[in-house]
């Protein structure tokens, strides 16, 4: 561990970096008139990087055809003026029908500047089939766009699946999205020019749209292009993505008609959305989006675990859980990927290894005197796998005395339990000895093959090798382990911090831009700092760092009736699967440690904090038998049910797949908090 002096040299050293990441310069925010009209800008040193739209600050659908709104009309401001911190634009937008009254009040907040926008609808009738919309322009195309959970610089990756949102940056593109559907409500645009490079934010308060046409209408978010401008955008319901609008990603093989999304509004409606926009210069390419990232936990500040579950009760539930899992015969001894099959599956969702660390730390929380035999004889077991030309087999089938599977990501986390379990074992005094025969060998075997000159991992799956290697490179003091890692990190260092290829690859079942591709680098990232306390590493750390936790829900999504809402779910805390499966899950146990010990180093109690409500929030479902379901569905999206009613979707919990790692990231990660120094018997 870093010391006293290393640390506090740490924190200032993050300080300046993140500074330098998006250096906040001075914005400015007015309200000029041009051409007749009053405008709102935002800019940095006189200049303009985001502005209201040119046909007005007011856009108004009154129509909608071919599946879209149209007959827009523009309005601008009339009047101005100022009271106290806020300035009042207010004007209005005449109709055959009647008009509308509207005005926007900014006032500054921190770094922010926040908007309440009012339009009152004067008309004697209902004015049907409407669209209200909010618009503000940067002065340039782009694709490097982030819309947290959905869509990472374009996903360049993940288009070639054909099964996720994608955006070029080209005139027309689209890309509008259910509120609900974003773990962190906000669209953000980077960019540069012959002055510097630039980034841009709106961030939201989710809402739904009142008077929809459509069940559970809520506003969309997102980004359009349009004649050398990028739009921020607002609109109350409609949506659209990969050149088709009125769709929106339902199901795992794509997009679903989402149609007529507009409000019929009655006489004497007044509707509001609040809004806050930002701008920044941009020191780094790809760095841009840490800014809103960070703004977002500070408008949300999702930092409370009063009412969760504690941690005494999830790791008694989940232990108590995975015994159910338990098998052993004469030969075979370890915990069951599911609970009808006698698969041992190490790695990923099967996580058969795992315990074999989490249980030597938590054992004076575990009321069984037998855990060290499970340890034993799991760990024992699961040494004896079958190496082959792409490393170890991580599949056992109990049946039929067969090992199989040998995929990368699955290896390098069953080798970083082994590593842990190791260097646990020798402050516990269990057996580790063929442990210690099987991690050497798979370390050889993969450092070997990292150092080759020709080693091109395919995404950012094998950054899950670099936390084990760093940690044997400690335990047999082996350099060549440790050359590897940081040739390793060194290789997605290049790859990824300008987010021209944006983390991705990290789960199995999607080969797109995910979660779980960014904590392979975060994870691998902070070791290698761990390992070398070469700042460059804590930087990259810290790059993929935001990028994981900008899939990770922070704020309460309210749901239909259903399930959740039944329980009284609480979103915040849970993380976005990947652009592909837009469902939440609680991953975000796996990799609170390594948030929090980030916190730890840097000085960051927001972080610490985040990780404690990453780890509760995550425990509110289990049920009597400290089981939950792997699929919560906070948007309209689904994996199973009914797939052909988008009314069917939202709310909905799917607990029928209970695969090991829902209960074995839990006891691990306790473990790592709590040698991390948190409380977890309380």
Request: proline share 5%; glycine share 8%; charged share 20%.
């Amino acid at each position: 561990m870093l010391n006293r002096k290393s640390n506090l040299l740490v924190t200032l050293y993050l300080i300046l970096h993140v500074a330098s990441l998006s250096a906040q310069g001075e914005m400015s925010f007015s309200c000029p008139k041009e051409k007749g009209k009053i405008r709102v800008e935002l800019a940095i040193e006189g200049k303009k990087l985001l502005t209201s739209a040119p046909e007005g600050l007011w856009s108004i659908a009154v129509d909608w055809k071919d599946n879209w709104p149209c007959g827009w009309q523009y309005a601008s401001p009339s009047e101005i003026r100022q009271t106290g911190p806020w300035t009042i634009l207010e004007g209005e937008l005449k109709l055959t029908a009647g008009t509308w009254r509207l005005r926007d009040a900014y006032r500054r907040e921190g770094n922010l500047i926040r908007c309440t926008r009012r339009f009152t609808w004067l008309g004697d009738k209902t004015l049907p089939r409407c669209t209200l919309a909010v618009r503000f322009q940067v002065p340039t195309l782009t694709k490097r766009i982030l819309l947290p959970g959905i869509i990472y610089y374009g996903n360049p990756s993940g288009e070639k699946s054909g099964r996720v949102p994608i955006f070029h940056g080209e005139p027309g593109d689209e890309a509008l999205f259910e509120e609900h559907r974003y773990p962190m409500p906000f669209a953000f645009a980077e960019w540069d020019d012959d002055k510097g490079r630039w980034g841009a934010a709106i961030h939201t308060l989710p809402s739904l749209a009142p008077y929809g046409s459509v069940r559970d209408q809520w506003w969309s978010l997102g980004v359009t292009a349009g004649d050398g401008v990028t739009d921020l955008t607002l609109l109350s319901g409609p949506c659209a993505s990969n050149g088709k609008r009125s769709v929106i990603k339902a199901v795992q093989s794509g997009f679903t008609p989402y149609p007529n999304a507009y409000l019929n509004v009655p006489p004497g409606t007044v509707i509001e959305k609040t809004f806050y926009l930002e701008v920044f210069p941009v020191q780094t390419e790809g760095a841009g989006f840490c800014t809103p990232v960070q703004s977002s936990l500070q408008l949300f500040s999702p930092f409370s675990t009063q009412g969760l579950p504690s941690f005494s009760e999830i790791i008694e539930a989940k232990y108590r859980f995975a015994l159910t899992r338990w098998y052993e015969s004469d030969e075979v001894a370890g915990f069951r990927k599911y609970p009808n099959r006698n698969a041992l599956v190490m790695g990923w969702c099967g996580q058969a290894a795992s315990l074999g660390y989490a249980l030597q730390v938590l054992s004076p929380e575990l009321d069984d005197p037998q855990w060290s035999v499970k340890v034993q004889k799991s760990l024992d077991f699961l040494s004896q796998t079958i190496f082959n030309k792409q490393g170890f087999y991580i599949w056992y089938k109990a049946n039929e005395k067969q090992w199989s599977n040998a995929n990368l990501l699955s290896q390098g986390q069953a080798m970083a339990n082994f590593a842990w379990a190791i260097r646990t074992a020798r402050k516990t005094g269990l057996d580790s000895r063929k442990w210690e025969q099987f991690l050497r060998k798979a370390c050889e075997f993969h450092s070997q093959r990292i150092l080759q000159n020709d080693w091109r991992p395919k995404s950012t799956n094998e950054a899950f090798f670099i936390a084990p290697l760093c940690e044997a490179a400690r335990l047999f003091d082996k350099d060549g382990f440790r050359q590897a890692a940081i040739k390793a990190g060194r290789v997605y260092c290049q790859r990824h911090l300008s987010m021209r290829e944006p983390y991705w690859g990290g789960t199995c079942d999607a080969s797109c831009e995910d979660k779980e591709g960014a904590y392979a680098a975060f994870q691998g990232f902070l070791a290698l700092y761990l390992l070398t306390e070469d700042k460059t590493f804590l930087q990259a750390a810290e790059h993929a760092l935001y990028v994981t936790i900008s899939y990770t829900v922070i704020w309460d999504i309210d749901l239909p009736a259903g399930r959740l809402r039944d329980n009284g779910f609480r979103t915040t805390g849970w993380t976005v699967v990947s652009p592909q499966n837009q469902h939440i899950d609680a991953y975000g146990v796996f990799f609170a440690p390594d948030i929090y010990q980030f916190g730890q180093i840097t000085g960051r109690e927001d972080l610490m904090k985040l990780a404690l409500v990453l780890y509760r929030s995550c425990g509110q479902l289990m049920d009597p038998f400290g089981s939950h379901g792997e699929q919560i569905q906070h948007t309209n999206f689904a994996l199973r049910g009914p797939l052909d009613d988008i009314s069917t979707m939202r709310g909905g919990y799917q607990e029928s797949w209970t695969v090991f790692w829902l209960t074995a990231h839990y006891l691990n990660a306790a473990a790592r908090l709590k040698e991390l120094g948190v409380d977890v018997s309380k």
